[in-house]
């Protein structure tokens, strides 16, 4: 499954995959407007993320013995 998401041009361009805490995609143009002050200056970008698999499974529901990485 791909999902389109977007983002800061000036993230995209000089951070994606390099900044530490990472970086932030928003689900509409609307709500990347309305979080970043920066996009008249900076514009906007459209990305595709893609599902590619499950690294580690966690413990969302309480249904484990331990908490993974804790």
């Keep these: 499954m791909m999902t389109e998401l977007y983002m800061c ?4 361009d000089h951070e994606l995959g390099a900044a530490m805490g990472g970086n932030v995609v928003y689900p509409s143009v609307e709500d990347l407007k309305l979080h ?3 996009i008249t200056e900076c514009g906007i970008v459209a990305v595709r993320v893609e599902f590619v698999r499950v690294v580690e499974e966690g413990c969302l529901h309480g249904d484990c013995d331990e908490v993974p990485n804790a």
């Design 36 to 38: 970043r002050g920066c």
């Design 9 to 12: 041009r000036t993230d995209y």
